[in-house]
């Protein structure tokens, strides 16, 4: 069974940066493409970026592109969120996820979750 876990979220001022990170445990991670996704309370999980089984094959959400990048260490078994100039609507719970195969932008197709770490900007 996988395990993911994320971490580093918080609060950040408009126009600051995180760095969110997701550990896996219990699988093949160099196995799974990586997916982020967001959700606010009362709103659909919201996809975010993804990122291949090796990393050199990443998408993102037009509302993040320009700002946010993915990235993965499958030596470390950890994901990566870097987000810059973050603005207040990127308030929300992140959720990193896992999936075998190929990259996928809806959550219906990830297996696997996290539990989320909140992110909070404010303005």
């Known amino acids: 069974q996988v395990q993911l876990v994320e971490s580093g979220g918080g609060l950040a001022q408009a126009g600051g940066s995180l760095r969110l990170s997701c550990a896996a445990s219990?699988?093949?991670?160099?196995?799974?493409?990586m997916g982020w996704f967001r959700q606010v309370p009362g709103n659909e999980r919201e996809f975010a970026a993804t990122?291949?089984?090796?990393?050199?094959?990443?998408y993102y959400a037009d509302s993040v592109k320009g700002r946010f990048t993915i990235s993965r260490d499958n030596a470390m078994n950890t994901v990566y969120l870097q987000m810059n100039n973050l603005k207040p609507e990127d308030t929300a719970v992140y959720y990193c996820?896992?999936?075998?195969?190929?990259?996928?932008?809806?959550?219906?197709?990830?297996?696997?979750w996290g539990q989320g770490t909140q992110v909070t900007v404010s303005s």
């Open positions: 996820a896992g999936r075998w195969g190929v990259v996928a932008t809806t959550a219906a197709q990830y297996m696997y």
């Open positions: 219990g699988g093949t991670f160099s196995s799974y493409a």
């Open positions: 990122i291949n089984w090796s990393g050199e094959g990443t």
